[in-house]
C-alpha cells in the first residue's frame, strides 16, 4: 500500500472495568461509613455545646439568687467563691475534654456547700415571704440541674469515635485510592493528577471529622466564653468576686 501502517502505541490502553467497579464499591463502602461516622460527631459535639449552655444558665441564675439571699457577707462570699471555683472546674473540662473527678480538684463538693446553707434558711423562712421562698427553692432546682447536666456532660464525652472505627475509615479509603491507582489513563500528568486530589480529598475529609470529634482542640470547639458573664457583674461588697471572669 501507498501509505505504512501507523506503528502501534503501547502507552495508551483501555480503563479497567474491573478497577472502576472495585473504586465504585469501595466508595460507597467509605462514603456511608463516613457520613454515619460524621453525622454522630455532630450529633455529640452539638450535645455537649447544648449542655454547656444549661450548665452556665443554671451557674448563672444560681450566683444571682445566692447575691438575693440575705446571708451574711462573709458566707455569701465564701458560697461565691466555691461556685466560681465549681466554674472553673467546667471552663477546664470543657477545654481539655477530661473529667476531673476521682482527682485532687475542685469537685461537686463545691456545689453541694450551698445546700446545708438555703435548707436552714427554708426552715427558719417566714411563711409570709413567697419571694425568699421562692428564691430558695429556685436554687435548690438550679444545683439538681448542675449536676445532671454534669453526668450528662461526661456520657458524651466517653462517646467519642472508636479507634476501630477510624480504622475502617482508613482502611476503606487506602483501598479506594488503591482501585484509582489501578485506573490509569496512560498519561503520567493525569495520573498524577487523579492521585494527588484523591489524597487531598481524603485528608480534608478525615481532618474535619477528627476536629470534630476533638471538641476541645482544633477549629470547631465549644465555645467556653459564656462562663466569663456569670461572675462578670456585681460585686459581694469588696470587689473580689464579682470580677473572676478570667
Not at 159 to 181: D, E, P, R
Request: charged share 20%.
Amino acid at each position: 500500500s501507498a501509505f505504512p501502517e501507523p506503528e502501534p502505541n503501547f502507552d495508551i490502553f483501555g480503563i479497567n472495568d474491573a478497577s472502576g467497579i472495585f473504586v465504585t464499591n469501595m466508595g460507597l463502602v467509605f462514603s456511608i461509613l463516613y457520613g454515619f461516622v460524621f453525622s454522630r460527631s455532630y450529633a455529640r459535639y452539638d450535645e455537649i455545646s447544648r449542655v454547656f449552655s444549661v450548665e452556665a444558665a443554671n451557674l448563672h441564675q444560681l450566683v444571682n439568687i445566692v447575691r438575693l439571699i440575705d446571708f451574711d457577707q462573709t458566707t455569701q462570699h465564701d458560697l461565691l467563691i466555691r461556685l466560681r471555683n465549681y466554674a472553673f472546674q467546667i471552663r477546664t473540662e470543657i477545654t481539655t475534654g477530661t473529667t476531673l473527678h476521682g482527682v485532687n480538684e475542685h469537685s461537686v463538693d463545691d456545689l453541694y456547700a450551698l445546700i446545708p446553707y438555703i435548707k436552714k434558711l427554708l426552715l427558719l423562712a417566714d411563711g409570709t415571704n413567697e419571694f425568699d421562698r421562692e428564691l430558695l427553692n429556685g436554687s435548690l432546682e438550679s444545683i439538681k440541674s448542675l449536676l445532671e447536666a454534669r453526668y450528662e456532660r461526661w456520657d458524651l464525652f466517653s462517646k467519642s469515635v472508636h479507634w476501630v472505627i477510624y480504622g475502617l475509615l482508613v482502611l476503606s479509603s487506602q483501598l479506594m485510592f488503591f482501585g484509582i491507582s489501578l485506573m490509569q489513563s496512560g498519561a503520567a500528568v493525569l495520573d498524577l493528577l487523579f492521585c494527588f486530589l484523591t489524597v487531598l480529598s481524603l485528608v480534608a475529609i478525615m481532618t474535619a471529622l477528627s476536629d470534630l470529634d476533638l471538641f476541645y482542640a482544633g477549629h470547631i470547639i465549644v465555645d467556653v466564653s459564656r462562663l466569663d458573664h456569670v461572675f462578670s457583674f456585681g460585686t459581694d461588697g469588696d470587689g473580689s468576686v464579682g470580677n473572676s471572669g478570667n
